[in-house]
């Protein structure tokens, strides 16, 4: 997550509670009242009568028809017990002594089944809901618990794909054209907010913008990009990785994150109604991948980078010599062996200011631009080297796959470097 006195975006979902989508739909449009007239009688032995009417409406309907797809995800992760005397006292140290590491709870979310194949069903949900995971359970709309088993995940788009035993699942999601939303038409968001507890939870609102680029940064330094659709529909935590639908009751979006507040340096201001769905045309691009290769595979230049505004003046001035005009840009900090970054010719604390025609002041918008290349492009890069510019075509013939096999070979060899280079995670490799 960018921490330069941008709005903040908090991802609903991640591991301490996972967000959901909290209160009633609100029924409106078309309804179809059928009256049914009861009459009863007192204990005075006086009679009464009591009107009730069968209320039914689009939304109702929609809701109806992708209810039962809607699942929750619930986070286990390991916990290395202790041996203190609250770690006893809680029940966290075996009869021998040793360190044991028990499976707890660490988070929920919601998810969307969308697929039934034989045996098996699918279900999607966020990567930030999957996180970590030793073990996934998977609450169906009945109530009952399953076993989730991870397929694949992907942490800039922020999908997963879990699968799980189809043979109790009787309806999936049907997805809707993304592409043909209009800013204003229904939008309803089905999930579990604040957890389990509140499943199958449906609000309601319009679709307030589309193309809206939400882009931050995970728990693991990792960039999530979305290019989302942005509803006033309640995203709460727990909502993460359940539906957003049309008034069909077709999937248009699978809810990832929300605005809660901007800030400053002076207070932050609390924000409601700017939730962030991914598209259905996205999604479906996405989890198809997932399902095949259990990741998605994207250009890497291999380098490791930070931003410049996050290194202090005297050092630019002394060692980067930039002009005065170079306020920003990404600083490589070190290049990796056989990656194309260095077979273009890039070096270590060269300042890149763009790839191809777009500008790339951090880390973040370079990854982001990185990313809508494919591996076998060629992209120009420019960069400032001893205060002089200069270009040069990267051919983009590795993936982020290689990259991070070449990262953890780094990683092990260069562990106590590593360490030295704590920067509050403003930096970030591709």
Same mark, same amino acid.
């Given at each position: 997550?960018?921490?330069?006195?941008?709005?903040?975006?908090?991802?609903?979902?991640?591991?301490?509670?996972?967000?959901?989508?909290?209160?009633?739909?609100?029924?409106?449009?078309?309804?179809?009242?059928?009256?049914?007239?009861?009459?009863?009688?007192?204990?005075?032995?006086?009679?009464?009568?009591?009107?009730?009417?069968?209320?039914?409406?689009?939304?109702?309907?929609?809701?109806?028809?992708?209810?039962?797809?809607?699942?929750?995800?619930?986070?286990?992760?390991?916990?290395?017990?202790?041996?203190?005397?609250?770690?006893?006292?809680?029940?966290?140290?075996?009869?021998?002594?040793?360190?044991?590491?028990?499976?707890?709870?660490?988070?929920?979310?919601?998810?969307?089944?969308?697929?039934?194949?034989?045996?098996?069903?699918?279900?999607?949900?966020?990567?930030?809901?999957?996180?970590?995971? =030793?073990? !996934?359970? %998977?609450?169906?709309?009945? @109530?009952? &618990? *399953? /076993?989730?088993?991870?397929?694949?995940? $992907?942490?800039? =788009?922020? !999908?997963? %794909?879990?699968?799980?035993? @189809?043979? &109790? *699942? /009787?309806?999936?999601?049907?997805?809707? $054209?993304?592409?043909?939303?209009?800013?204003?038409?229904?939008?309803?968001?089905?999930?579990?907010?604040?957890?389990?507890?509140?499943?199958?939870?449906?609000?309601?609102?319009?679709?307030?913008?589309?193309?809206?680029?939400?882009?931050?940064?995970?728990?693991?330094?990792?960039?999530?990009?979305?290019?989302?659709?942005?509803?006033?529909?309640?995203?709460?935590?727990?909502?993460?990785?359940?539906?957003?639908?049309?008034?069909?009751?077709?999937?248009?979006?699978?809810?990832?994150?929300?605005?809660?507040?901007?800030?400053?340096?002076?207070?932050?201001?609390?924000?409601?109604?700017?939730?962030?769905?991914?598209?259905?045309?996205?999604?479906?691009?996405?989890?198809?991948?997932?399902?095949?290769?259990?990741?998605?595979?994207?250009?890497?230049?291999?380098?490791?980078?930070?931003?410049?505004?996050?290194?202090?003046?005297?050092?630019?001035?002394?060692?980067?010599?930039?002009?005065?005009?170079?306020?920003?840009?990404?600083?490589?900090?070190?290049?990796?062996?056989?990656?194309?970054?260095?077979?273009?010719?890039?070096?270590?604390?060269?300042?890149?200011?763009?790839?191809?025609?777009?500008?790339?002041?951090?880390?973040?918008?370079?990854?982001?631009?990185?990313?809508?290349?494919?591996?076998?492009?060629?992209?120009?890069?420019?960069?400032?080297?001893?205060?002089?510019?200069?270009?040069?075509?990267?051919?983009?013939?590795?993936?982020?796959?290689?990259?991070?096999?070449?990262?953890?070979?780094?990683?092990?060899?260069?562990?106590?470097?590593?360490?030295?280079?704590?920067?509050?995670?403003?930096?970030?490799?591709?």
């Amino acid at each position: 997550m960018a921490k330069n006195n941008f709005i903040g975006t908090v991802l609903a979902g991640v591991a301490g509670g996972a967000l959901a989508l909290g209160g009633n739909a609100v029924y409106q449009n078309n309804f179809a009242n059928t009256p049914s007239t009861t009459t009863t009688t007192t204990n005075n032995g006086k009679s009464a009568t009591k009107v009730s009417y069968v209320v039914e409406s689009d939304t109702t309907k929609a809701i109806d028809k992708v209810s039962d797809a809607v699942v929750s995800v619930i986070n286990y992760q390991k916990k290395q017990s202790g041996t203190s005397l609250e770690d006893f006292l809680n029940g966290n140290f075996d009869q021998t002594g040793n360190d044991d590491a028990k499976e707890e709870e660490a988070g929920e979310g919601s998810g969307v089944i969308y697929k039934k194949d034989g045996k098996t069903a699918y279900v999607v949900t966020n990567n930030h809901v999957v996180e970590g995971a =030793s073990s !996934l359970e %998977v609450m169906l709309s009945t @109530g009952e &618990k *399953v /076993k989730g088993e991870l397929v694949g995940k $992907d942490a800039f =788009s922020d !999908l997963a %794909v879990i699968k799980i035993d @189809g043979s &109790k *699942v /009787k309806n999936t999601a049907e997805f809707g $054209d993304s592409s043909t939303l209009k800013v204003g038409e229904p939008a309803i968001a089905i999930g579990s907010p604040l957890g389990s507890q509140y499943a199958n939870s449906a609000t309601q609102g319009i679709i307030s913008s589309l193309n809206r680029q939400v882009t931050s940064q995970n728990d693991n330094r990792e960039t999530v990009s979305i290019n989302a659709i942005q509803t006033d529909a309640a995203i709460n935590p727990g909502n993460s990785g359940g539906a957003l639908i049309n008034i069909k009751g077709q999937v248009i979006g699978i809810n990832s994150s929300k605005i809660a507040s901007t800030s400053s340096s002076v207070n932050g201001i609390s924000v409601e109604g700017m939730g962030f769905a991914i598209p259905s045309n996205d999604v479906q691009s996405i989890i198809a991948k997932l399902e095949k290769d259990g990741q998605v595979s994207r250009p890497a230049l291999g380098i490791e980078m930070r931003n410049l505004t996050d290194i202090p003046k005297e050092s630019i001035d002394k060692s980067l010599k930039l002009p005065e005009d170079v306020t920003s840009g990404v600083v490589v900090t070190n290049v990796q062996s056989n990656m194309p970054a260095e077979k273009a010719g890039l070096k270590k604390y060269d300042v890149i200011t763009k790839l191809g025609d777009v500008d790339t002041p951090t880390y973040i918008e370079l990854q982001s631009a990185l990313y809508k290349l494919n591996i076998g492009d060629t992209v120009k890069v420019t960069y400032y080297r001893n205060g002089k510019k200069g270009t040069t075509d990267v051919k983009l013939t590795e993936s982020n796959k290689n990259l991070k096999q070449t990262q953890s070979n780094n990683d092990s060899k260069e562990q106590n470097s590593d360490d030295q280079k704590q920067d509050g995670g403003n930096s970030g490799r591709n």
